[in-house]
């Protein structure tokens, strides 16, 4: 019923401020962290409009941006990325989940999304999280939290990572492992890494891209810890897709340039929808919400920030 023309125009013209930002986040302008901060501010305001289903709109376009991901990852090019760095991969991925289920017990933090800031600090921040939310069941405020959290140091390490990597002389190819692992979104990590140089960039970017590949087995073991008392455990279509999206473009590259577009498309889908995320996060319920989150989305990043800078420097991880 939503997107019946009629009523498209009727809520354009009861809130057109509201529509008006949620079309500029399709623009390559606005990136995620505007774009959530954007949607809470107008939440703030009050100019959310409360006569649709936006947390429903929210989910399904957030399924279509997952799935349209998944022409972007090159699978041989991530396979071979992983190679070199594939224990640090996992040990980072294992620790964080572990240490995050611990601390949100000790934190008496609500579980999905102590669970979901893991998850977003372990892989790669809002698309981890955007995967892992509807595999858990998670609602929207559980993911807005989790979603505020992440993004707030996933923009602080935008701007703190080149300078620590000057100042330890890192290499271009170790500030690239470093800003894949330890960088949580994507956006970020080109960001940062194409400021330390092309060959940091180039690093960065193949390593993450095998990183992502990682959603896949965490969206099904989410789903299988969070099935409650469930006895079969039911799997979200959306990663279903996905991976048939990335195998699909591994089969047939010679449509690359359609799946480019694709990617590009949905990777603006992905910032609308952080969008109608944060307009769905107020103060109150920040407030309510008090500083746990916070405290423990940071004590996990500075955790496999340290960690992973200490292993890269020290050869573990590789070269």
């Known amino acids: ?25 399709l623009m390559p302008v606005i990136n995620s ?12 305001l009050g100019f959310v409009p409360t006569d649709i289903p936006v947390a429903s709109l929210t989910k399904k376009l ?14 041989d090019v991530a396979i071979e990325a992983s190679r070199s760095g594939l224990g640090l991969i996992l040990a980072s991925i294992v620790l964080t989940l572990l240490m995050g289920a611990l601390l949100t017990r000790l934190f008496r933090l ?7 800031i893991a998850s977003g600090t372990a892989i ?12 858990i069941q998670a609602n929207s405020h559980q993911t ?27 290499s271009q190819h170790e500030f ?47 789903a299988l810890l969070f ?10 279509m959306f990663i279903l897709y996905y991976c048939v999206a990335i195998l699909f473009a591994h089969w047939l590259p010679q449509f690359s340039e359609l799946y480019q577009a694709i990617f590009s498309l949905s990777k603006r889908v992905l910032v609308v929808c952080l969008f109608l995320i944060g307009a769905g996060i107020t103060v109150q319920k920040l407030r309510a919400a008090g500083a746990k989150p916070l405290v423990l989305g940071f004590l996990l990043w500075f955790t496999i920030g340290s960690g992973s800078l200490l292993a890269i420097l020290s050869g573990f991880a590789g070269s």
């Open 1 to 25: 019923m939503l997107f019946q023309p009629a009523l498209i125009k009727q809520q354009i013209t009861r809130h057109p401020i509201f529509w008006l930002c949620a079309l500029v986040c």
């Open 33 to 44: 962290p505007v774009a959530l901060i954007l949607g809470f501010s107008l939440a703030t």
């Open 62 to 75: 957030l399924s279509a941006a997952i799935i349209g991901l998944g022409f972007g990852i090159q699978l």
């Open 110 to 116: 609500d579980r999905k999304t102590g669970h979901l």
């Open 124 to 135: 790669c921040g809002g698309s981890a999280i955007a995967a892992v939310s509807p595999a």
């Open 144 to 170: 807005s939290l989790a979603l505020a959290t992440v993004f707030i140091l996933n923009s602080v390490a935008l701007f703190i990572f080149p300078t620590i990597g000057h100042l330890l002389n890192m």
């Open 176 to 222: 690239g492992m470093w800003a894949a692992i330890a960088i949580h979104d994507t956006s970020s990590v080109v960001g940062a890494a194409g400021a330390y140089g092309d060959e940091a960039l180039i690093t960065a970017t193949t390593l993450k891209l095998a990183r992502a590949l990682w959603i896949i087995p965490l969206a099904f073991l989410s």
């Open 227 to 236: 099935r409650g008392n469930e006895k079969k455990i039911s799997v979200p």
